[in-house]
């Protein structure tokens, strides 16, 4: 069954405490790995996509890496501003333009 | 940049009425969505359009329909609200050439 699960499903840090959110996915013919933040009552704001494995980008502070089984973010350094969900979703070849969805990880940054 | 907009964030109505949510992009886009997102569920995917006048089921397209006449403007409607319909809606875009959807701000809707 084509699955998306994100882990942890909270996490809380400390200003300036690094960490990484892990997406791992079971679905044939990745053509895409998107990733998102959400923050509450709003709608999501996409951050990156990454197509293939080995593919790595960059923004600020948040950086997604990709192999042939999962994606991690990783913060570096975080700041209170980074509280937020962050979600994962996958397109796979065959689903049309429908994407298969995580849960989110729920990020705390206490100052 | 793209802009999805909603035509309400906050909406309260009764049991049985006739709702409509309206979502409109600036960016040309040719495809739509319509989520709904429920704490410990995620997003699910209720309707989506292609094109004008084209539509697809979504995973949950159960108690509601859709409507697109103009390419920019995509409507869910509930035809009979129930209580279980409360819910963060949430309308999404994205070109033809990117599989990129890019979301508006949502609707929180609360039926009594």
């Known amino acids: 069954e084509d699955q998306v699960t994100q882990s942890p499903e909270a996490l809380r840090l400390q200003e300036g405490e690094s960490s990484s959110l892990n997406c791992s996915y079971t679905v044939s013919g990745l053509r895409g790995l998107f990733w998102y933040r959400q923050d509450p009552g709003k709608g999501p704001e996409f951050l990156f996509t990454l197509y293939s494995a080995g593919e790595e980008k960059e923004k600020e502070r948040l950086k997604a890496t990709l192999t042939k089984k999962e994606s991690f973010l990783h913060i570096t350094a975080p700041k209170p501003e980074d509280s937020a969900t962050y979600l994962c979703?996958?397109?796979?070849?065959?689903?049309?333009?429908?994407?298969?969805w995580g849960l989110g990880t729920s990020l705390a940054v206490n100052p | 940049d793209v802009k999805v907009t909603q035509s309400s964030r906050y909406l309260v109505k009764r049991t049985g009425e006739k709702v409509f949510l309206e979502c409109v992009q600036d960016m040309d886009h040719e495809n739509m969505f319509w989520y709904r997102q429920d704490p410990g569920l995620g997003l699910r995917l209720i309707y989506f359009?292609?094109?004008?006048?084209?539509?697809e089921k979504g995973d949950i397209p159960e108690g509601y329909s859709v409507s697109r006449e103009k390419k920019e403007r995509f409507s869910l409607i509930l035809e009979s609200a129930s209580t279980n319909q409360t819910s963060m809606y949430l309308c999404?875009?994205?070109?033809?050439?990117?599989?990129?959807?890019?979301f508006g701000p949502g609707t929180r809707l609360t039926v009594l």
């Open positions: 999404a875009s994205i070109s033809s050439g990117t599989d990129t959807q890019y």
């Open positions: 359009s292609y094109d004008v006048k084209m539509k």
């Open positions: 979703a996958v397109h796979h070849a065959g689903n049309n333009r429908k994407l298969i």
